[in-house]
């Protein structure tokens, strides 16, 4: 019989979890869809390979600049209402899509999309920290973070036949493809406020003594990191000046830049391949992220089971760096299979960083520091896909922005190598966690 603690995290990752993996899916749907409309949005508005990079990247300028903002809001207001409102927000400005008539009504969209989502995956970070013993963290945000990669994986089939509406009651295909996926997220954040609850005794869902036994649990797990850290809570300048932020913020800078370079140029890339149209290069291009998705549970369970994330994360770093280096050295049809390997590389990555991370940081600023090496990282996001524009810009190709992609892994996995593995007493309670309570969630 399954003890209170294990019913309420099941509980959890039939309630919550999905719910986030949904919500993720709508925010890479809404964040990437521009990928599948590049080609239009440059016949219909004249907006070409740089000027659509510099789009794509202001979207993270805007995103690093209000993350922090946002989260502090999110304390005051409550995670109920704050994700729900981020939801919302970002389905509205990327419906509004639709109204964009050139380059510098496409620069507003794209930076005030930034804003709308600012916050999001910290938010539900922390969220997932507040309400899940560490053992299941891994598991769980690996659960989430695989609704980016059904988005990645629908991206294409549900771009084309939407592009295929052009002219349907007067509006342009890539028009239809922004307004259905934006209005998406505008029901599914609406959703969301009537299911999330903000805090573990506000869960009607949850028993009494599950809420205990949770709340317990938790309390326990932070008594534990205190005697490891402190009871004195840290301030924001130990913070910024903690060496092991800086190693975070490379190593997923490095990851996001892979992440947002493939999302926004993979499209583009498929396209060297002859006889590809809308629909094909929206199937072909859904490969490497349906491939990911088996290496991210895989990776995710094995981080939790063992614990040697730091050995894992330098795996997947190299494996990003060699799918990147000979995707830019091979044929289109060859790349695209390099391609694949690589997703499977950096799209596992987010399961196995965030634990360790917030394993690593003090408790009483663990929010902060999440937002803060998210918000810094994201800028990778900007780098890579304006950069990839101004190398295809002036090189007719993508090749020189896949072997750069290759660089930034290895010196994110250096980086790793400088993160010191120092069990503390929740990673030694973690592994002594018995077989019942990590088996729950299967």
């Given amino acids: 019989m399954a003890s209170a603690l294990d019913s309420a995290v099941a509980k959890i990752f039939r309630r919550v979890v999905p719910l ?72 509205l400005v990327s419906a509004a899509m639709i109204f964009t008539e050139g380059t510098t009504s496409f620069y507003v969209l794209r930076f ?11 938010a539900v970070l922390y969220y997932l920290t507040k309400w899940l013993p560490n053992s299941h963290r891994g598991r769980a945000n690996a659960r989430y973070a695989v609704g980016a990669l059904i988005a990645f994986t629908l991206s294409g089939p549900l771009s084309g036949p939407l592009l295929s509406l052009n002219g349907f009651l007067g509006l342009a295909g890539w028009q239809w493809l922004f307004l259905i996926e934006g209005s998406m997220s505008v029901v599914i954040g609406v959703f969301a406020y009537f299911r999330l609850d903000s805090k573990i005794t506000d869960a009607k869902w949850l028993t009494e003594s599950e809420q205990n036994a949770l709340i317990g649990k938790m309390t326990e797990e932070e008594a534990l990191v205190r005697a490891e850290y402190g009871e004195q809570r840290p301030s924001m300048w130990s913070v910024l000046k903690d060496p092991r932020i800086a190693l975070f913020v490379i190593i997923y800078f490095a990851t996001q830049m892979s992440i947002y370079a493939n999302t926004f140029w993979l499209p583009s890339i498929v396209r060297n391949i002859s006889g590809t149209n809308d629909i094909t290069v929206g199937l072909l291009s859904s490969l490497p992220w349906i491939c990911a998705i088996v290496m991210l549970f895989t990776m995710a369970r094995l981080g939790d089971r063992t614990g040697q994330r730091r050995r894992i994360l330098i795996c997947l770093l190299l494996i990003s760096a060699a799918g990147s280096y000979l995707a830019g ?39 902060i520091a999440i937002a803060l090496i998210n918000a810094l990282a994201n800028l990778g996001g900007f780098v890579a896909p304006y950069g990839f524009g101004l190398i295809k810009e002036h090189t007719g190709s993508t090749q020189w922005g896949l072997f750069g992609l290759a660089l930034a892994s290895v010196v994110a996995a250096g980086c790793c190598l400088l993160i010191k593995d120092k069990p503390t007493p929740v990673a030694t309670e973690i592994q002594s966690t018995p077989k019942t309570a990590l088996s729950q969630t299967k």
């Fill in 112 to 122: 005030l999309l930034g804003v709308a989502e600012a916050g999001f995956v910290p």
């Fill in 329 to 367: 050295i091979t044929s289109p049809w060859v790349a695209l299979g390099m391609l694949c390997i690589a997703a499977m590389g950096f799209k596992s990555i987010s399961p196995i960083f965030w634990p360790i991370v917030q394993k690593s940081i003090h408790p009483m600023t663990v929010g």
């Fill in 20 to 91: 986030f993996a949904i919500m993720m899916m709508c925010n890479q749907l809404n964040r990437s869809n521009i990928g599948y409309a590049q080609t239009h949005l440059e016949a219909d508005l004249g907006i070409g390979a740089a000027a659509y990079g510099l789009g794509a990247g202001l979207f993270f300028i805007a995103y690093t600049v209000f993350e922090l903002p946002s989260n502090m809001l999110m304390e005051r207001f409550g995670a109920k209402v704050w994700l729900s409102r981020i939801c919302v927000s970002w389905g």
